[in-house]
């Protein structure tokens, strides 16, 4: 069996979730590669909500490994809490767990200096989700960082500790916050360690020889194409590669491991945060795609900027990831409106580009050249194959598809698991 990874091809919040979730039903392993709890997926069975930050989405499945790999940045406290709350639904998660030695631990001092810096008047203003990523990120290029397996180890946590305390609590005072006690954050880590210990494993040895078996490995992408530190619209992005030019780094596997390659986008567009958006709209069909869409951060809750789906930027991210199929989520949210969009070129500088321009400076100044289609009436909830879809929707469908230049592999029509049409149920 062939791995398999769902990935963003937009601006994150593409609802890969419930892709995620569906695909994970057919997996042995289900491996998160990159980011940490900015993450919120959404999955909702028999009418419960279930939000994940850090777990893998194959924690709803029975008798499924789950991998939090080295690529991602763990935030202990989130991801205890998280464990505790499936346990209080009376899902155990013993033995179906494991968590690399090599991630990076979120420390408190990493979040406190992610608000603090996101709170000044002065610099670049991203948006972040304000849980410490990109400054754990930042520890980890620099060298400094606390990996989980320094966490588990009493001496390694007290010493690599020390440094990282003195060393933050300059560049949280220097912000204007309150200095971190280091007795305090010990005892915290300590905690979390006796916690974690039981998860903690050498990850990529694991993959490696799951794939040698031939089972089945799913990778599971957090965040999108778009937020990519070095492929999105940098400095407005997260701080991991969360593109699937991400999963081999970020999971310990050979590229050629990757296999089937699954780009989420919804019909339409959303940006949470700072930064580019070309295809943004803003009045009554924004305000319609936003109450639609239940268009507020499962992470923050901060409403979600609303635009039309954007060609050449899924090219472009079809292009970067190779994608062999688009899933396309949220089909049901355009029901009503009179036309809908696609975004096919942009306008910059007075003159018309039909490809992703690279440069964020030029995304900035880009104006969207927008096509309308006919719209639909007819609610879509319901429909489980693609005939079921209204011609207009099913043109719409076919029109993304083509221009995009990669063929749809399921159509998702409302937020439960089985308000979807899939292209090879086998
Ligand atoms: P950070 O990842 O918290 O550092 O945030 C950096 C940027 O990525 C901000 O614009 C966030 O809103 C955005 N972001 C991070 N995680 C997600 C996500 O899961 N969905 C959508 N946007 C995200």
Redesign the pocket.
């Known amino acids: 069996m062939p791995a398999t990874s769902v990935i963003?091809a937009q601006?994150?919040?593409e609802g890969k979730g419930k892709i995620i979730d569906l695909i994970a039903d057919r997996a042995d392993v289900v491996v998160r590669f990159q980011?940490?709890a900015?993450?919120?997926?959404t999955v909702i069975v028999g009418g419960k909500k279930h939000v994940f930050h850090l777990l893998p989405s194959g924690i709803l499945h029975e008798g499924k490994l789950n991998v939090i790999g080295n690529g991602v940045v763990v935030d202990p406290e989130q991801l205890l809490a998280e464990i505790d709350e499936f346990a209080g639904d009376g899902i155990d998660l013993t033995g179906r767990l494991l968590v690399s030695g090599a991630a990076h631990v979120v420390m408190p001092y990493h979040k406190a200096i992610?608000r603090l810096q996101e709170g000044r008047k002065a610099g670049v203003v991203?948006?972040?989700?304000?849980?410490?990523?990109?400054p754990a990120y930042a520890d980890k290029s620099l060298r400094s960082g606390l990996r989980v397996w320094d966490l588990v180890d009493e001496k390694r946590l007290r010493h690599k500790l020390h440094a990282n305390v003195e060393d933050k609590n300059k560049r949280i005072t220097a912000l204007g916050g309150k200095p971190v006690g280091f007795e305090d954050v010990f005892r915290q880590a300590a905690e979390w360690s006796w916690k974690l210990a039981p998860l903690v494993a050498d990850t990529g040895k694991l993959l490696r020889a799951a794939l040698a078996e031939g089972r089945h490995v799913f990778f599971e992408g957090?965040?999108?194409v778009m937020?990519d530190i070095d492929h999105g619209t940098y400095p407005?992005?997260?701080?991991?590669n969360?593109d699937s030019l991400g999963i081999a780094a970020g999971a310990g596997v050979p590229p050629r491991a990757i296999g089937r390659q699954l780009g989420v986008s919804k019909a339409y567009c959303?940006?949470?945060?700072?930064?580019p958006f070309p295809s943004e709209l803003s009045g009554e069909i924004a305000d319609r795609l936003r109450e639609g869409g239940s268009e507020f951060?499962?992470?923050?809750g901060?409403p979600?900027r609303c635009g039309w789906f954007d060609v050449p930027a899924a090219r472009y991210a079809a292009a970067l990831c190779g994608f062999d199929g688009l899933c396309i989520t949220k089909l049901d949210v355009l029901s009503g409106l009179r036309h809908v969009g696609l975004v096919t070129a942009y306008e910059v500088d007075g003159r018309i580009l039909e490809e992703w321009p690279g440069d964020t400076e030029l995304v900035q100044r880009a104006k969207p050249v927008v096509e309308t289609f006919p719209g639909w009436k007819e609610k879509l909830g319901e429909a489980r194959r693609y005939d079921d879809l209204p011609p207009a929707a099913r043109a719409f469908v076919d029109e993304i598809c083509e221009r995009v230049g990669v063929p749809w592999e399921l159509i998702s029509v409302g937020p439960a698991r089985e308000a979807t049409i899939v292209r090879d149920p086998a």
């Not at 991203?126 to 410490?132: F, N, W």
């Not at 959303?270 to 930064?275: C, D």
Request: hydrophobic fraction near 25%.
């Open positions: 963003g601006w994150g919040d980011g940490g900015n993450a919120g997926h992610d991203i948006g972040t989700t304000g849980r410490g990523i990109g957090a965040q999108g937020l407005f992005v997260t701080s991991s969360a959303t940006r949470v945060g700072e930064g951060g499962a992470t923050t901060r979600r």
